[in-house]
C-alpha cells in the first residue's frame, strides 16, 4: 500500500514538473518578438542569414524571418504594395536611390526618436554625413547599411607586360588611357579597359570627382550643364578611344577575370568576385578612383536600412536589429561576406573586427581609405528619377559606343532631364 502511495506521489511531481516545464516554454514562446525582414539582391543571402544566425543569439527572445527579393526594384515595389494591403514588413534593407520613393509613400518610420534615446550615439561608430542622406524633411528614415563606390580593378600581368608598374599605377585619367591604349593594341583578343556605366552611379561619380553635383538643391533643374557634364561625358568618350568595346557588363566582367580586360571601372562591391575568379589567372590590383582636387565627395551606392512595422510593440526589436545590422558586429559580418565598404568606424578601427581582416589583404581597405569622403549615392526625388536615370545610362553608353559627339550628347541630356523635372 506505502509502495503504490509512493509511485502516485512521484508520478504527481513528475507530472507537475512537466506541466511547469510547458507552462514556461509556453511563456518563453508567448514572449518572443518575430520580425519580418527583407532585402534585396537574394544573390546576398549569406549576408542577410549571417548577421540574423548572431543577431538571434544575442537575442534569444527576438525571432529574424527573412524574405528577399531579385533586386531593389522589385522589393521596393512589393513594399509599396505591402503598404497597400496592410502586410509591411518590420524591418527592409532597401537600395539608396530608392528612399525617397519609399518616403513619399510614408513607408518609412522615423529614426529620430530611437537615435536621440542613445545616451552614446556618437561613440558608435556612425557617420554624420552617411545619416544626413537618410534625412528627408528634418526626419531620419533609415541608417546606411552597405557602400559599395567605385574603384579601378587591373590586370597587373598585363600593365607588366606592357611596361607598366603595378606599385605605381596611374591616379589620373591621362596616364590610365594611355595604359589602356597599350594593352588594347597587343592583339584583338585584349581590352584595355571596361568603364561600368549602368544606373546613374558612373555619372555621378565622374560629375562629383569634378566637385560638381546631379540636380541643383531644390531638383528644379540640373547642375551638370556646364564643364562637369561636359567632363563625364568626354571620358567616357576617351574610354572608347582607348579601346573600350561596350560588349555588355556581364560579359566584360567575365572577359575581366579571364584575363583579356586591362583595367575595369566598377563599384567596389565586385572585388569578392573577382578576388576568386582571377585567382590563379593573374594578379589582380585595386586602386582608387581618380578625383581631383576639387571633390569633396564621391558618391557610393549599396543599400540602407529602414524600419517599416506598423505595430508599435515590436518596434523596439526592430530598432534593436537595424543598430545590430549597422553596428560594428553586423558591418564587420557584411564585410566580411561581401566586398562592401562598412558604414561603421568602430568596426573599421577594432583590430578582432576588421583591422586585421583589412590588413591582412591591403586590396580589402582601398575604397575604406576614402570613408571620410564616400556618402550614398543620391537618390533623385522626382517622380520621373527613373526615367532620368534612364536617359543618363542611355547618354553614356553611346559615348563609350564612340556615337555622336560629348557636346550634343550634354545638350540632349540637359534638355530632356529639366523636361522630366519640370513635370
Same mark, same amino acid.
Given at each position: 500500500?506505502?509502495?503504490?502511495? +509512493?509511485?502516485?506521489? #512521484?508520478?504527481?511531481?513528475?507530472?507537475? !514538473?512537466?506541466?511547469?516545464?510547458?507552462? $514556461?516554454?509556453?511563456?518563453?514562446? @508567448?514572449?518572443?518578438?518575430?520580425? #519580418?525582414?527583407?532585402?534585396?539582391?537574394?544573390?546576398?543571402?549569406?549576408?542577410?542569414? !549571417?548577421?540574423?544566425?548572431?543577431?538571434?543569439?544575442? %537575442?534569444?527572445?527576438?525571432?529574424?524571418?527573412?524574405?528577399?527579393?531579385?533586386?531593389?526594384?522589385?522589393?521596393?515595389?512589393?513594399?509599396?504594395?505591402?503598404?497597400?494591403?496592410?502586410?509591411?514588413?518590420? $524591418?527592409? %534593407?532597401?537600395?539608396?536611390?530608392?528612399?525617397?520613393? =519609399?518616403?513619399?509613400?510614408?513607408?518609412?518610420?522615423?529614426?529620430?526618436?530611437?537615435?536621440?534615446?542613445?545616451?552614446?550615439?556618437?561613440?558608435?561608430?556612425? $557617420?554624420?554625413?552617411?545619416?544626413?542622406?537618410?534625412?528627408?524633411?528634418?526626419?531620419?528614415?533609415?541608417?546606411?547599411?552597405?557602400?559599395?563606390?567605385?574603384? =579601378?580593378?587591373?590586370?597587373?600581368?598585363?600593365?607588366?607586360? $606592357?611596361?607598366?608598374?603595378?606599385?605605381?599605377?596611374?591616379?589620373?585619367?591621362?596616364?590610365?588611357?594611355?595604359?589602356?591604349?597599350?594593352?588594347?593594341?597587343?592583339?584583338?583578343?585584349?581590352?584595355?579597359?571596361? %568603364?561600368?556605366? &549602368?544606373?546613374?552611379?558612373?555619372?555621378?561619380?565622374?560629375?562629383?570627382?569634378?566637385?560638381?553635383?546631379?540636380?541643383?538643391?531644390?531638383?528644379?533643374?540640373?547642375?551638370?550643364?556646364?564643364?562637369?557634364?561636359?567632363?563625364?561625358?568626354?571620358?567616357?568618350?576617351?574610354?572608347?578611344?582607348?579601346?573600350?568595346?561596350?560588349?555588355?557588363?556581364?560579359?566584360?566582367?567575365?572577359?575581366?577575370?579571364?584575363?583579356?580586360?586591362?583595367?575595369?571601372?566598377?563599384?567596389?562591391? &565586385?572585388?569578392?568576385?573577382?578576388?576568386?575568379?582571377?585567382?590563379?589567372?593573374?594578379?589582380?590590383?585595386?586602386?582608387?578612383?581618380?578625383?581631383?582636387?576639387?571633390?569633396?565627395?564621391?558618391?557610393?551606392?549599396?543599400?540602407?536600412?529602414? @524600419?517599416?512595422?506598423?505595430?508599435?510593440?515590436?518596434?523596439?526589436?526592430?530598432?534593436?536589429?537595424?543598430?545590430?545590422?549597422?553596428?560594428?558586429?553586423?558591418?564587420?559580418? @557584411?564585410?566580411?561576406?561581401?566586398?562592401?565598404?562598412?558604414?561603421?568606424?568602430?568596426?573599421?578601427?577594432?583590430?578582432? =573586427?576588421?583591422?586585421?581582416?583589412?590588413?591582412?589583404?591591403?586590396? +580589402?581597405?582601398?575604397?575604406?581609405?576614402?570613408?571620410?569622403?564616400?556618402?550614398?549615392?543620391?537618390?533623385?526625388?522626382?517622380?520621373?528619377?527613373?526615367?532620368?536615370?534612364?536617359?543618363?545610362?542611355?547618354?553614356?553608353?553611346?559615348?563609350?559606343?564612340?556615337?555622336?559627339?560629348?557636346?550634343?550628347? =550634354?545638350?540632349?541630356?540637359?534638355?530632356?532631364?529639366?523636361?522630366?523635372?519640370? #513635370?
Amino acid at each position: 500500500m506505502k509502495s503504490k502511495y +509512493r509511485q502516485k506521489k #512521484r508520478f504527481v511531481k513528475f507530472l507537475s !514538473a512537466v506541466l511547469m516545464l510547458v507552462a $514556461v516554454c509556453s511563456v518563453s514562446a @508567448m514572449a518572443q518578438t518575430t520580425l #519580418r525582414v527583407t532585402y534585396a539582391p537574394n544573390s546576398l543571402a549569406k549576408i542577410y542569414e !549571417a548577421i540574423a544566425e548572431e543577431f538571434q543569439r544575442l %537575442h534569444s527572445d527576438i525571432k529574424i524571418e527573412l524574405s528577399a527579393q531579385r533586386n531593389y526594384e522589385e522589393l521596393a515595389q512589393a513594399t509599396l504594395r505591402g503598404s497597400l494591403v496592410g502586410d509591411l514588413p518590420d $524591418v527592409s %534593407h532597401q537600395g539608396t536611390k530608392l528612399v525617397p520613393f =519609399l518616403v513619399k509613400n510614408d513607408i518609412a518610420v522615423p529614426l529620430n526618436s530611437f537615435i536621440e534615446s542613445e545616451a552614446d550615439w556618437k561613440k558608435q561608430g556612425y $557617420v554624420p554625413s552617411m545619416i544626413k542622406r537618410c534625412s528627408y524633411g528634418g526626419k531620419i528614415n533609415c541608417i546606411p547599411f552597405s557602400l559599395s563606390p567605385y574603384v =579601378l580593378y587591373f590586370n597587373a600581368d598585363l600593365v607588366r607586360k $606592357v611596361g607598366g608598374d603595378p606599385g605605381n599605377f596611374p591616379s589620373d585619367w591621362d596616364g590610365i588611357f594611355e595604359l589602356a591604349s597599350r594593352i588594347s593594341k597587343l592583339d584583338d583578343r585584349f581590352m584595355g579597359i571596361y %568603364h561600368d556605366y &549602368r544606373g546613374d552611379l558612373a555619372f555621378q561619380t565622374l560629375v562629383m570627382s569634378r566637385g560638381g553635383q546631379l540636380l541643383k538643391d531644390d531638383e528644379s533643374s540640373v547642375a551638370f550643364d556646364g564643364p562637369n557634364g561636359l567632363w563625364a561625358l568626354n571620358l567616357m568618350r576617351k574610354a572608347a578611344d582607348a579601346g573600350m568595346k561596350d560588349i555588355g557588363r556581364n560579359q566584360a566582367f567575365q572577359a575581366f577575370v579571364a584575363g583579356q580586360v586591362g583595367i575595369v571601372a566598377s563599384a567596389v562591391s &565586385r572585388l569578392g568576385q573577382f578576388t576568386v575568379q582571377s585567382k590563379g589567372v593573374f594578379d589582380l590590383g585595386v586602386t582608387l578612383y581618380p578625383m581631383s582636387a576639387s571633390a569633396t565627395q564621391q558618391p557610393a551606392g549599396g543599400n540602407i536600412v529602414m @524600419m517599416t512595422t506598423r505595430n508599435q510593440a515590436a518596434r523596439q526589436a526592430a530598432w534593436k536589429y537595424i543598430k545590430f545590422a549597422t553596428g560594428a558586429v553586423g558591418q564587420a559580418i @557584411m564585410v566580411k561576406k561581401s566586398g562592401y565598404v562598412p558604414v561603421n568606424t568602430v568596426a573599421i578601427n577594432t583590430p578582432d =573586427l576588421l583591422g586585421n581582416y583589412y590588413a591582412a589583404d591591403p586590396r +580589402r581597405g582601398v575604397a575604406v581609405s576614402r570613408l571620410a569622403m564616400i556618402i550614398p549615392m543620391y537618390a533623385i526625388k522626382n517622380k520621373n528619377g527613373i526615367k532620368i536615370i534612364d536617359e543618363i545610362e542611355k547618354t553614356m553608353g553611346a559615348m563609350a559606343r564612340g556615337k555622336g559627339t560629348p557636346e550634343n550628347a =550634354l545638350s540632349s541630356l540637359v534638355k530632356i532631364t529639366n523636361a522630366w523635372l519640370a #513635370r
